[in-house]
Each structure stands twice: as C-alpha cells, then as structure tokens.
C-alpha cells in the first residue's frame, strides 16, 4: 500500500467511526437501557426511568391458572426517553399505553419495548399501562435453577408467589431488579371460597357475587422480588406487636398445628426491634401455603412458608430468619445480586441472636458451632463459593448463610459487643427502605470500631481458607 492510500483508508476508517459514534449517541441517548449492568442478572431491570408505583389488577381463572392482568406503573424518567423496556417474561401483551394513549410495543425475550408517541423528557412523571393475559411462566426460561418458585406458582390448593431472584417479570411488567424500589396496590379477583393474602394492608373485600376482590396496599418502598400474592382458603388469625399489625394467613383446615409454630413472633419483633432499631413497617404476619415448599421467603411483611413448616424441628430459626430478613434484605437491600450475603449472613446470624436472647450462652455457642463445623470441613473449604461473590448458580448455597453468619460473629469478637451492635443499628438506620453495598458496610464498621478490617474480610469474603475462631 502506497503512503497516499494507506492516509486515506485511516481517513475513511476515522470518518466511519466518528459516523457510528454519532448514530449511537443520537439512538442511545433517548433508548432506555435493557438492563441494570447486574452482575450476575445483567437483562434484569431497566434504565431510563424509576418506577414510583405499581398498581396490579389482577383477575385469576382457578380451572386454567390464567391470569388476566392490568399493570399501571406510575414512574418518572430519569433521562430523555423515546423508548424503555420493562420486564415481562411470557404473556400476551394486548395493549401498551403511555399517559392513557396507546403505543407501539415489541418484544424480546423478557424485554418489553414501548415506544413514546413524544419523548419522554428527564424529570418528567408518566404512567405506563401494560394490559396482558396468560398462564404465568408458560414458555419462559428461568434465568437461574432453584427448586425454590419462579414466581407465581399454582399448587394443588391454590397459588404461590415466590420470585427471588427473576420471578416478579414472570407476573407482571416490572422493572425487575431490587435498585428499583417502589409502593403498590394489589387488586386480585378469586372465585369465592378462596383468600388472597398480599403485602402491606388489606384495605377492601369487595362481594362481586361468584367472586371477591381484595385490594392490598403497599405504602414503604418495596423491591419486585419481594412482591407476593397468595391465594388459597386461609384462615386469618390476628394479633399486635407493639404498634405494629400482625395478620397470619394459615390454611383453615391447619390453623392449631400451625399456630404455635409462630407464636414468638410478637416477642421476636420486639427484640429484633431493640437490637436492629424499630420494625421497619406497618405490618407483619405469615403466609402458610397449603403445600410443601423446599425454602421459605421473607416477601415484605408478609412472610411465606410451606405447611411443612409444622414439622420442623427447627422451625424457630426458619421464623426468625425470615423475620430478620424486613430489616436486612427489605429495607436495607442489596444493591446487586453479588451481595446476597448481606441479606443472607445476617438474616442467619440474627436467628443466632434470638437463640442466644431467648434460651442463653450455651444454646448461642452451639448453634454456632454447629455452622463452624458445616463450613470449616474440608471438602466444604474446597467446594463452597466466595460468599463475597458466590455467583448466580450459587447465589443461595449454604455457605452464604452459613460463612455469612460467622463473618458477623467473627466481627463482634473481633470488635467487642458494644462496637458491634453500634456498627448494626448504624447499618440499619442509614440504609432503611434503601440499599447497601458490602464495601459501605466494611467502612462502616471500620468507622464505628475503629479498627483496620480490610483483610479480616477479605479472608472471610474473598477467600477460600475458613479464619480461625
Ligand atoms: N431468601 C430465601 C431465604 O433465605 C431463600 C431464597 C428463596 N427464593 C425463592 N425464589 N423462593 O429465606
Ligand atoms: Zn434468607
């Protein structure tokens, strides 16, 4: 190649490039990013706007499992927008609509696209309605394989909601990921016998006749992961614990075998309450699906367990755990699914806390111990994740609750009580109905104790060897 054309190849190479970068600026700049950059769940949620409010309305059809859904999302967008995506896995979608006009939609896999009929602009509030229709998770891909529920999940006598991680969009049209929290009201129409029990409070039992329709209401900021609908014939059994509304929803036919189940609640609230800083909602209470389920789940205030719960011989730790869960996972939420063991590791130690307060040292000592054993054991050591960074495959393998736990512990030895419990109720209140990452909480605790603890945690975040105790 001659000196001449080799200039003016360059020449034609920069001038393209330049043209592509400007073409990229001009559709970037107003498209809506398809995911949140998750580290482990990079197409989940969505970029351009901040939903504010979902309102679900939401018909079942009992023979077929359908359901018939109206999603209106009150939002705002946070940059200019032409076009955004929201999450939805499956369905047909029958109509898409911006600020009551309908629009133009496609979709993708569980990306669905609107199209403005005028850009969005920055700042600005819009409501976005999705109305769809569909058997829930019919022909969609879980993104991760838990025997743990992806979603909405029909049971012999009646229907589920678990969604951790990716199962919200497998529901409704939501920008699926914890970053983007929001308020809802439910409303759900069921054949009668059936009880829908949902977040927050009931506000409404309307009489339809063949139907009922009961209306939910959210009012603290809620990740999608963390919504909930549960039908079945449940009893409900209320109660108080302090100022805040305790409402359990067991099925009818179990009610005295699961009642005593649950009955520490009330004073496990006040003593989390004292420990972590105030209950961090208006309400509380669990749901008892009339199935048998592999986990339970701290769904916001309401949490959700299977009727093999009564059989449990540790059934306690299971109730404090998901109890622990509205301070350290609800209000304080992750920031990204990589750190699952602030949620995770604290929710198991705070069940270590409750034994210690309620039954003393000895019982406290053991059930530690009983954890060192689990994740100090060599093959163990030699299997188990980095709980700083377990991956989506192992998000929830034992050694994230159990390492996680003996990381806190570990912490408080090395601090001493009084730092410790300062560095927690610190972590609470400056995180509550907000986010947290693992390095704020590291600094925290350096803050607070004084002490220099970059590699204590990173042997126990970042390492595979198991510290000493
Ligand atoms: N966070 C739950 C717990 O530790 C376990 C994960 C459940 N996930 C799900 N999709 N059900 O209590
Ligand atoms: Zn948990």
Do not use: C
């Amino acid at each position: 190649m001659t000196m001449l054309r080799g200039v003016v190849v360059l020449i034609g190479v920069l001038v393209g490039l330049l043209s592509w970068q400007v073409t990229q600026a001009i559709t970037s700049l107003s498209d809506g990013a398809p995911g949140l950059d998750d580290p482990y769940f990079p197409t989940l949620g969505n970029g351009g706007y901040d939903v504010l409010h979902y309102t679900l309305d939401i018909a079942w059809e009992e023979a077929s499992n359908v359901i018939d859904g109206l999603a209106t999302l009150d939002a705002q967008a946070t940059q200019d927008l032409a076009r955004f995506n929201l999450d939805l896995g499956g369905f047909e979608v029958l109509a898409a609509r911006i600020d009551g006009q309908d629009v133009s939609f496609s979709r993708a896999g569980r990306e669905l696209t609107l199209e403005a009929r005028r850009a969005l602009l920055r700042g600005q509030r819009f409501q976005a309605q999705i109305a769809y229709r569909g058997v829930p998770q019919q022909g969609v891909e879980s993104l991760i394989d838990l025997p743990f529920g992806n979603g909405w999940e029909r049971h012999a006598q009646g229907v589920y909601v678990a969604s951790q991680p990716q199962g919200a969009s497998l529901w409704f049209p939501s920008n699926d990921h914890p970053l983007d929290k929001a308020t809802y009201t439910f409303h759900v129409t069921v054949p009668k016998p059936y009880v829908v029990a949902a977040n927050g409070v009931l506000i409404a039992t309307e009489d339809l006749g063949t139907h009922t329709r009961a209306t939910w209401e959210v009012r603290q900021p809620m990740a999608s992961y963390l919504a909930t609908v549960n039908i079945g014939r449940f009893a409900l059994v209320e109660g108080r614990a302090d100022s805040v509304l305790l409402r359990d929803y067991y099925p009818a036919r179990l009610v005295h075998e699961l009642e005593p189940v649950f009955a520490s609640t009330p004073q496990m609230i006040a003593f989390f309450s004292n420990i972590f800083g105030p209950y961090p909602f208006e309400t509380y209470g669990v749901v008892v699906a009339e199935a048998r389920l592999a986990f339970a789940l701290e769904t916001q205030t309401l949490s959700l367990f299977g009727a093999n719960i009564r059989n449990y011989h540790d059934a306690e730790e299971v109730v404090a755990h998901e109890l622990a869960h509205q301070w350290f996972g609800n209000s304080v939420s992750p920031s990204n699914w990589r750190e699952i063991w602030l949620n995770e590791g604290f929710a198991t130690y705070a069940s270590a806390l409750w034994y210690e307060h309620a039954y003393g040292q000895e019982r406290f000592q053991a059930f530690m111990d009983d954890l060192y054993r689990v994740i100090a054991e060599p093959s163990f050591v030699a299997s188990a994740p980095l709980i700083g960074d377990p991956g989506a495959a192992d998000m929830f393998h034992i050694a994230v609750y159990y390492r996680g736990a003996w990381t806190l512990h570990a912490l408080r030895q090395r601090v001493g009580d009084d730092a410790f419990f300062r560095i927690l109720r610190r972590y609470y209140a400056a995180h509550a109905n907000g986010h947290a990452t693992t390095d704020g909480f590291i600094a925290l605790a350096e803050a607070e104790s004084g002490h220099e603890l970059g590699d204590f945690f990173r042997a126990w975040l970042y390492e595979k060897p198991v510290p000493g105790r």
